[in-house]
């Protein structure tokens, strides 16, 4: 069965600081992840996907499949990074399974 | 564009009560749509999934269900509603190799 996981419920840095948001994942599959990001008031919302291998916000991602991870980082946070981050994974029968989540604090 | 509409924002229903909470996507056909729970500390816990009219998967047992009367509207129900349905759902969609695009969701209070 499929899993995620993310070990981290809060998080908190200082600006300017790195910033790494860890998430694991099983599934037996080739799996397609996602990082998702919910700020304050706002929808759930895409932030980026480990096949585009982008730079989304100073955010990325890289698929380790040896360790089945899919962490985020970022080397400089900055306060408007604050919000809550979902790990997410995909199936082959295009099913999203989502982490509990990490709400990520950047103190001034 | 492809949009997403999820209705009512807000609910406050009394135990035994009936549900009905409406997702409707414009802008795209056949697309698959999703219902999910979200919960503090529990994150989003996938409830029904659908890839077409008539065809609900169901992914936890519960109080709840789900119909697809047409191919962009999807329906949460419930003939008696618990207290422990109260919560955020959402509702999304999502087509062939992309991701999944989520609604405001609706917060409803079961009292």
């Known amino acids: 069965a499929q899993r995620v996981t993310q070990p981290e419920k809060l998080l908190s840095v200082f600006k300017g600081a790195p910033v790494e948001l860890k998430c694991n994942y099983s599934?037996?599959?080739?799996?397609?992840l996602f990082w998702y990001v919910q700020y304050s008031r706002q929808r759930l919302q895409l932030l980026l996907r480990?096949?585009s291998r982008e730079s989304i916000k100073g955010f990325t991602a890289d698929l380790n499949k040896g360790e089945t991870s899919f962490h985020l980082k970022k080397p400089f946070a900055q306060e408007e990074d604050s919000a809550m981050y979902y790990c997410a994974l995909k199936t082959r029968v295009d099913q999203f399974y989502f982490g509990t989540g990490t709400s990520l604090t950047v103190i001034p | 564009s492809q949009t997403i509409h999820q209705w009512p924002a807000t609910l406050v229903q009394p135990v035994g009560s009936p549900l009905s909470l409406e997702c409707t996507v414009e802008?795209?056909?056949?697309?698959?749509l999703y219902w999910y729970r979200q919960a503090a500390g529990r994150g989003l816990q996938l409830l029904f999934y659908?890839?077409?009219?008539?065809?609900i998967s169901s992914e936890v047992p519960q109080n709840l269900s789900a119909s697809r009367p047409q191919d962009r509207q999807f329906i949460l129900s419930s003939k008696k509603l618990l207290l422990s349905d109260s919560g955020f759902y959402l509702c999304?969609?999502?087509?062939?190799?992309?991701?999944?695009?989520f609604g405001q969701g609706t917060r409803l209070t079961v009292v």
């Open positions: 999304a969609w999502s087509t062939g190799r992309r991701e999944a695009f």
């Open positions: 659908s890839v077409g009219i008539g065809q």
């Open positions: 802008g795209t056909s056949n697309p698959n």
């Open positions: 480990h096949i």
């Open positions: 599934y037996s599959g080739s799996p397609e």
